[in-house]
T-cell receptor, first 116, second 112 residues
Framework: EAGVAQSPRYKIIEKRQSVAFWCNPI?????LYWYQQILGQGPKLLIQ????????DSQLPKDRFSAERLKGVDSTLKIQPAKLEDSAVYLC??????????????FGEGSWLTVV | GDSVTQMEGPVTLSEEAFLTINCTYT??????LFWYVQYPGEGLQLLLK?????DKGSNKGFEATYRKETTSFHLEKGSVQVSDSAVYFC???????????FGTGTSLTVIP
């Protein structure tokens, strides 16, 4: 079974530039998550989708971050304009469905962003 | 709200030493509990999980028991190897099954 796919793996941009990350979840997984992981910290949820609807985006800095999952499958996370503090790993994850006890979340390899 | 607290690192052990990484949680109801491992330059991988009280999750020699009375899910391994060097994250999934909360991670280094 193919895992969660993310691209690009690494990106270096200058502050105030824009960047986009792409994620394709595991086939059949209705729930998709974007996490931000700053070096030395645990993952912080940015946004959670159920199919193509947003379940939780309370910690997404909406003045500069946006995300979409138009067809309920793959997703794009965009940052515009980037700030130095956005340097982090952006982890995409997916899980099967809502309401399932013991539901497991599966992560991609991550997209490593450096803002200079 | 729901949350997870895990022991701070870094932890450095000699090969074949016993490992314990403490994790306690706060949650309403009956969450599921997880340990994830992150090797350098990689994403998080599921190590083990437990879905109800007194369940024991195990994988690759690691074990953790879901203790409702102490709200804990401590990770243990009897004999660590150099290849176990990684960052370990405790996590819980709320009742609905799709909201996950992660601890801050514990870095483990095993020296030969």
């Amino acid at each position: 079974e193919a895992g969660v796919a993310q691209s690009p793996r690494y990106k270096i941009i200058e502050k105030r530039q824009s960047v986009a990350f792409w994620c394709n979840p595991i086939s059949g997984h209705a729930t998709l998550y974007w996490y931000q992981q700053i070096l030395g910290q645990g993952p912080k949820l940015l946004i959670q989708f159920q199919n193509n609807g947003v379940v939780d985006d309370s910690q997404l800095p909406k003045d500069r971050f946006s995300a979409e999952r138009l067809k309920g499958v793959d997703s794009t996370l965009k940052i515009q304009p980037a700030k130095l503090e956005d340097s982090a790993v952006y982890l995409c994850a997916s899980s099967f469905s809502l309401g399932s006890s013991g539901n497991t979340i599966y992560f991609g390899e991550g997209s490593w962003l450096t803002v200079v | 709200g729901d949350s997870v607290t895990q022991m701070e690192g870094p932890v450095t052990l000699s090969e074949e030493a016993f490992l314990t990484i403490n994790c306690t949680y706060t949650a309403t109801g009956y969450p599921s509990l997880f340990w994830y491992v992150q090797y350098p330059g990689e994403g998080l991988q599921l190590l083990l999980k437990a879905t109800k009280a007194d369940d024991k999750g195990s994988n690759k020699g690691f074990e953790a028991t879901y203790r409702k009375e102490t709200t804990s899910f401590h990770l243990e391994k009897g004999s660590v190897q150099v290849s176990d060097s990684a960052v370990y994250f405790c996590a819980l999934s709320a009742n609905t099954g799709n909201q996950f909360y992660f601890g801050t991670g514990t870095s483990l280094t095993v020296i030969p």
